[in-house]
């Protein structure tokens, strides 16, 4: 299948010096995935929601400001394996696509998703949730949500209570919602001032209950089916005997990762904003990595998730970037995360992290098996 076949050529366009204020009406209007940024009629790039909701540009800026050139340009024959590999590592929900060189539409990862809807009960979601959650108890601040979705790079919070059970979940287009409603109702007064006095408030006063949730056990079709039917990004997972507790997240986008998994006999290896990727290649990420998998020879690794998030610090012209690396094996799946001023530094130090919790893991498999050896033996005396 072509993206030809699923494509289209409705979607919102604006020019890149109308009002910012005009963009934020066009999303609240039409909830588009992105919006098309064009200069006299060439095309520019995108502005998707989630930029537009975490920046602290003003109404009156204009749309070139958080126009993303970087965006993936997509051609109208490119097969739909490709592509959406192409939006996960672009970290994009929505991209351009082209015939012989003129924009002709656009592709959103709903567009893809339904497309292969049919084929995704082949999947259950225990097969490729996230399984490493960040998660927000009930007095915990707005604030505080609003920097563990930045930092994490990440566009929702499940929220516990006290006995770590699921109570609700916030997201960015809540903490949104949340804060234009209450500037509704406070236009007088020091808007800084209100400001800091929202992001003081508890999550538990913005935050989503009951939660839509999934077991482990369900089929990625029956997810899938669930978040189209109510408009969600992702779902919370839960234990398939228990669904008060948190055992994951299952987003649209590990189901477009899961689409461009192959059959290689090296590791596939997938980095979202590649375009982030400074003084290191592909390759040497992938030889990295399968060095530290290779220091536990009962682990296979089934797929590599690299991700760079660039952050606004500085340090002699360089951005201070995190890197997270997520290794799906037969094991479960084993994480490492560090920063560093450029990716290559940044990669090194998540590397580092991720060796260690691999070595962690086989110590403690180590462990396990020599008790189960003591226990026979005890069990024969």
């Known amino acids: 299948m072509n993206i030809a076949d699923i494509a289209t050529k409705d979607y919102a366009q604006v020019d890149a010096d109308e009002r910012l204020g005009k963009v934020r009406s066009v999303f609240e209007q ?25 920046s602290h540009v003003e109404d009156d800026a204009k749309a070139n400001v958080l126009t993303r050139s970087n965006v993936p340009q997509v051609n109208r024959e490119d097969g739909v394996r490709e592509v959406a590999r192409m939006l996960v590592e672009g970290d994009t929900k ?17 567009a893809i998703l339904n497309a292969v809807l049919d084929n995704l009960d082949v999947l259950t979601v225990d097969q490729i949730h996230t399984e490493e959650v960040v998660t927000l108890r009930e ?23 006290d006995n770590g059970k699921l ?11 949340f804060a234009v409603r209450k500037m509704d109702r406070q236009r007088t007064g020091d808007r800084r ?24 056990e369900a089929s990625v079709r029956d997810a899938v089916e669930r978040m189209f039917e109510n408009d969600f990004g992702g779902l919370v997972v839960t234990p398939d005997d228990n669904d008060e507790f948190v055992a994951g997240i299952l987003t649209k986008t590990d189901v477009l ?10 590791m596939d290896v997938q980095i979202t904003n590649i375009g982030l990727l400074d003084g290191i290649s592909r390759e040497a990420v992938r030889e990295s990595i399968t060095e ?67 070595l962690e893991l086989k110590g403690i498999r180590a462990d396990e098996e020599y008790k189960g050896q003591l226990l026979r033996k005890l069990n024969e005396l």
């Open 30 to 54: 039409d909830n588009p995935k992105g919006i098309v940024v064009t200069n006299d009629g060439d095309y520019e790039g995108i502005i998707t929601e989630r930029q537009l909701l975490q």
């Open 94 to 110: 929505v991209a351009p696509v082209f015939e012989h060189g003129d924009l002709w539409g656009v592709i959103t990862d709903n």
């Open 139 to 161: 007095d915990d601040t707005l604030g505080k949500a609003i920097n563990h979705l930045r930092e994490n790079a990440i566009s929702r919070l499940p929220v516990v209570n």
């Open 167 to 177: 109570t609700g979940i916030i997201t960015t287009h809540d903490i949104a919602d």
């Open 193 to 216: 001032g209100d400001t800091e006095r929202m992001l003081d408030l508890p999550v538990y006063d913005a935050m989503n209950s009951p939660v839509q949730t999934i077991s482990a």
């Open 257 to 266: 990762r899961a689409l461009t998994y192959t059959e290689e006999e090296s």
């Open 292 to 358: 530290v998998a290779d220091k536990y020879k009962d682990m296979q690794v089934h797929h590599a998730h690299v991700r760079f998030t660039e952050h606004k610090e500085r340090m002699r012209g360089t951005p201070l970037i995190y890197c997270q690396i997520r290794l799906r094996t037969n094991r479960g799946q084993i994480a490492g995360s560090g920063e560093g001023y450029g990716s290559k530094t940044a990669f090194r130090v998540a590397v580092d992290k991720l060796e260690r919790n691999v």
